[in-house]
């Protein structure tokens, strides 16, 4: 006898089990002389060693399906099981790489503009991305959830999300608290992603064992970030220097997405932005990927196209009467 244990968390357990159990019920069926119980998020098998094996690759092959397709038909679930190569799907079953994670309740995470599929494309040959774009394209979101997939993968040991401590507007040293309690409220974006993706008590784990760190930019001086997501957002706040500091943490099978909108810098006046910069000199590094997100990638309420749109133009305008003056001076 022999027994193994399939791990379910990385797929939504209602496409598994089936509506009423039908599926799993389909399962049991399939192999009649092992035990197959269901305990949480894992299916523990046991048996004779060649029933066990042959019905736990038939089971990965269906996680596997799940995890890129997010939905499995009865009638496929069963020809999985019943036949002895069913590792590629059909043409009318065609997986779809756009889902990243399912959340809690079941809830579909997924690539859903062009650019946001092209993050997804290039983090599976890249280990560093710049995704810049106006507020609004998912670029944030996207690259949350890249985070979260590698980290139930296994392909990670830890997610690692920081952002400048620079606010619209506004200084921390005003908010009230202390130091959690003023720059919580600040980080509250990535906590919103991270809470659409992760069951709560889960994230909860995670954060209080430090899997998951959510912090401000400058903790990560003088740190190596070995086997690790990791997110830098609202990266157009980070000075040259931070940037470099930033780029240069990257550790042994780390991975890292730098996110940023070139049009929403809050630094000071006497400050530079290391975004464009970083991107402009590592455009031409093996292993740097960039994408650019516009308006077309905008998930928000149908107006903030519209808006962002209004600013560009508005931009362009005020860059030619600075062109047209200038030549004017010079005449």
């Given at each position: 006898m022999t027994e193994a244990i399939i791990n379910l968390e990385t797929v939504n357990p209602i496409e598994f089990f089936g509506v009423n159990n039908n599926k799993f019920d389909l399962l049991k069926r399939r192999f009649p002389l092992l035990k197959i119980l269901?305990?949480?998020?894992?299916?523990?098998?046991?048996?004779?060693?060649?029933?066990?094996?042959?019905?736990?690759?038939k089971i990965e092959q269906v996680v596997k399906y799940l995890e890129r397709n997010g939905h499995l038909s009865e009638n496929y679930f069963s020809r999985i099981l019943g036949e002895e190569d069913s590792s590629e799907p059909n043409a009318a079953e065609e997986i779809n790489n756009d889902i990243l994670v399912f959340g809690p309740n079941g809830k579909v995470i997924k690539a859903k503009t062009q650019n946001q599929k092209l993050m997804v494309s290039v983090s599976?040959?890249?280990?560093?991305?710049?995704a810049i774009g106006p507020a609004g394209t998912g670029k944030t979101y996207t690259a949350v959830a890249l985070a979260v997939r590698a980290l139930k993968n296994k392909a990670v040991r830890k997610i690692i999300l920081t952002r400048p401590a620079v606010e619209a507007g506004e200084s921390l040293g005003f908010l009230p608290g202390d130091l959690k309690e003023k720059i919580d409220p600040y980080l509250r974006p990535l906590y919103d992603a991270l809470d659409d993706m992760i069951p709560s008590d889960k994230l909860s784990y995670y954060m209080t064992n430090r899997i998951i760190e959510?912090?401000?930019?400058?903790?990560?001086?003088?740190?190596?970030?070995?086997?690790?997501?990791?997110?830098?957002?609202?990266?157009?706040?980070?000075?040259?220097?931070?940037?470099?500091?930033?780029?240069?943490?990257?550790?042994?099978?780390?991975?890292?997405?730098?996110?940023?909108?070139?049009?929403?810098?809050d630094l000071p006046k006497n400050q530079k932005s290391g975004l464009s910069k970083a991107a402009k000199i590592l455009r031409n590094i093996e292993g740097i990927a960039h994408v650019e997100?516009?308006?077309?990638?905008?998930?928000?309420?149908?107006?903030?196209?519209?808006?962002?749109?209004?600013?560009?133009?508005?931009?362009?305008?005020e860059e030619q009467n600075i062109e047209a003056f200038n030549k004017l001076k010079k005449e």
């Open positions: 269901s305990r949480g998020s894992q299916i523990k098998i046991s048996g004779q060693p060649d029933e066990v094996g042959n019905a736990q690759t599976e040959k890249s280990d560093i991305i710049f959510i912090a401000p930019l400058a903790y990560m001086r003088g740190r190596t970030l070995d086997n690790a997501f990791i997110i830098l957002d609202e990266a157009q706040n980070a000075t040259d220097l931070q940037m470099k500091m930033f780029l240069t943490r990257i550790g042994a099978s780390a991975k890292a997405i730098i996110t940023g909108d070139r049009t929403q810098i997100l516009d308006e077309t990638d905008v998930v928000r309420h149908r107006l903030v196209k519209m808006i962002i749109r209004a600013y560009d133009n508005e931009q362009e305008k």
